[in-house]
């Protein structure tokens, strides 16, 4: 293993034998990948195929199996003589990425107010009641998982499945991108005000506000990359 690489142990369990064990030990291995803080770490993040197989319970082949779906898809890379390697896109593809995610979330916004109920929308200013007393830097990580969860949320209730479909694959990297940069120059605070000003938007029914601020919101996030972002170049 190379001096820089990391070694990691991904959160999964054993898989139950039915269905195709290639299917679902790629869905344990993409899930957990989502999971992971892929831009939390330094070097590169190197899987073992070994404690895979043991960890899901399967043999080997399966594990095989699965990691050539996700590197065909782009999520892992083999390379000759040392592994499989979690992908982590450059600086520059990062920035790329929030720049569609905002096209992409900011029509799912837009859609929302006349797609999604009251109560669903009402469920956005839900997540954030608990920092209603206390400011969120006291509980980074409960705060980033709603931070996730919200922009998540929003997508869904677009409702439109094209969508989702195309954002899917992206959240992989954008969740890890948030995480690491919502902990950054007291973003957490700003997010928080922001994303008040998206609900009110949203529950105003105000189409052209909502679809604006949630764009500029993600924006955001681009500028802060291309500024403060420690990614791989």
Not at 12 to 23: F, G, K, V
Not at 150 to 165: D, N, P, R, S, Y
């Amino acid at each position: 293993m190379d001096a820089t690489d990391t070694q990691v142990r991904l959160n999964i369990s054993p898989l139950a034998a039915n269905t195709s064990l290639r299917t679902l030990a790629y869905e344990a291995i993409k899930k957990a990948i989502t999971e992971m803080d892929m831009y939390g770490q330094d070097g590169d993040i190197r899987l073992d195929e070994r404690q895979l197989s043991q960890d899901l319970g399967v043999s080997r082949t399966p594990i095989r199996e699965a990691l050539t779906v996700l590197e065909q898809e782009g999520f892992v890379r083999a390379v000759p003589r040392r592994g499989i390697f979690v992908v982590r896109k450059s600086k520059a593809e990062i920035i790329d990425m929030i720049t569609v995610w905002a096209a992409l979330e900011s029509m799912a916004a837009r859609l929302a107010c006349s797609r999604a109920s009251d109560a669903q929308l009402a469920s956005l200013r839900a997540m954030f009641h608990d920092f209603d007393a206390e400011a969120p830097t006291g509980h980074m990580n409960e705060y980033s998982d709603a931070n996730i969860r919200f922009h998540q949320t929003v997508i869904q209730l677009g409702g439109c499945a094209m969508i989702a479909e195309m954002t899917e694959n992206l959240f992989i990297h954008i969740r890890g991108i948030r995480a690491v940069s919502i902990r950054q120059e007291n973003r957490a605070e700003r997010s928080l005000q922001e994303h008040r000003a998206i609900i009110a938007a949203l529950l105003a029914r105000d189409a052209d506000l909502a679809e604006k601020l949630v764009r500029e919101h993600t924006l955001g996030l681009a500028a802060h990359v291309e500024k403060h972002g420690k990614f791989p170049s």
